[in-house]
């Protein structure tokens, strides 16, 4: 058995193997150009075992790997990084490191979605960027109109709002180019969330996630893919802690310190959830009271993430089980009668109708 690890870049890549049979060391660099990597892997006999470390241009040698029916694994470039405390720092060094982690069976492996979760992962963020785009575009010509004294309710980024508004040439072709785009961004973005809307009701576990108020195709696609197997998971708090909703904490001494969230997650689904809280909260009398009392103990912020968090966690409920929103909350009461309630569970006589 060979045992690999590999120090990618974007050029090049530095390898440290080790053949157990033996005894072998071989370190060597390869250059990405060409077909060197691939005629170096796909020559290795018998059983290889690949480590690397996380980085964003790793893909493509992943699924290099998967086409010559390579094992490997991805570890977690934090982690990775404890176990070497010397401030030297090279490629030759990095590769060993993960072939002496592989050896030791202290590698940190972490989960990794399949080519098919990339794949809508990418549909999301796409449609996600166009989004921000059209804010950006938006602010901007309501920036235009305050300036001219258009206020607000007339309007302001639409073309009958400004009308009204005189402008000197270059502004007014200024304006018209940002009403151009927008309406081009709007254009896209609406097919863009058709594509999303045929996807989740093509997966079984976004379909669910659709089932509680307040929760669109959006949000319910990117919970699935971005979450995967849900099982993964042991409690509701690895599921908000995944996502980067947990405070962070500076407790030492007996005295416990907690500031604010963490943010050590995915910053996409913590956008997500928090819009879909906004109208989850108008929609479900339980969330909506449970809004309303950390509103009045936490302030607007605090309870917004909190509704956010509990949204969060019975999605993953639902997902795990798997079960729609109406079955979830018949759980939940009945859960509660027996006094075994647990967080993200609905109290006790409040089933919200399916929307």
């Given at each position: ?225 971005f979450w995967g197997d849900p099982t993964r998971f042991a409690d509701g708090k690895a599921v908000v802690s995944y996502v980067g909703m947990i405070p962070s904490e ?106």
């Open positions: 058995m060979r045992i690999i690890g590999v120090d990618v870049h974007t050029r090049q890549q530095t390898v440290a193997m080790l053949d157990r049979e033996t005894g072998e060391l071989i370190e060597k660099t390869l250059q990405h150009d060409g077909d060197e990597v691939r005629k170096f892997y796909s020559a290795l006999p018998g059983q290889v075992l690949v480590g690397i470390e996380a980085t964003g241009s790793m893909y493509w040698f992943l699924q290099l790997l998967e086409e010559l029916g390579i094992d490997h694994q991805v570890g977690h470039p934090p982690e990775i990084r404890k176990a070497e405390t010397r401030k030297q720092k090279h490629d030759r060094r990095d590769a060993a490191l993960l072939l002496k982690l592989q050896i030791e069976n202290r590698f940190p492996s972490i989960w990794m979605p399949s080519t098919e979760l990339r794949d809508l992962r990418t549909l999301l963020m796409h449609r996600h960027q166009w989004v921000r785009m059209r804010t950006r575009v938006q602010n901007t010509l309501q920036a235009i109109a305050i300036s001219r004294g258009l206020r607000r309710g007339k309007a302001l980024w639409s073309q009958t709002g400004h009308r009204i508004v005189a402008l000197a040439p270059h502004a007014a072709y200024r304006r018209t180019e940002l009403q151009d785009l927008d309406h081009k961004l709007h254009a896209q973005i609406d097919e863009l969330d058709q594509r999303v809307g045929d996807q989740a009701l093509q997966r079984p576990g976004a379909k669910l996630l659709m089932s509680p108020p307040g929760v669109g195709p959006v949000t319910a696609l990117a919970t699935d893919v500076y407790s030492s001494g007996g005295q416990q310190r907690l500031g604010g969230l963490s943010k050590q997650g995915n910053p996409f689904l913590r956008f997500l959830w928090c819009e879909a809280a906004v109208h989850a909260v108008r929609r479900d009398p339980e969330l909506q009271r449970f809004y309303r009392r950390k509103l009045a103990q936490k302030g607007l912020g605090k309870a917004r993430v909190a509704a956010a968090r509990k949204l969060g966690i019975r999605l993953w409920i639902m997902l795990r089980d798997p079960i729609d929103y109406q079955e979830f909350c018949r759980r939940g009461q009945m859960r509660q009668k027996n006094g075994g309630a647990c967080a993200g569970m609905p109290e006790v006589g409040h089933s919200p109708a399916m929307q």
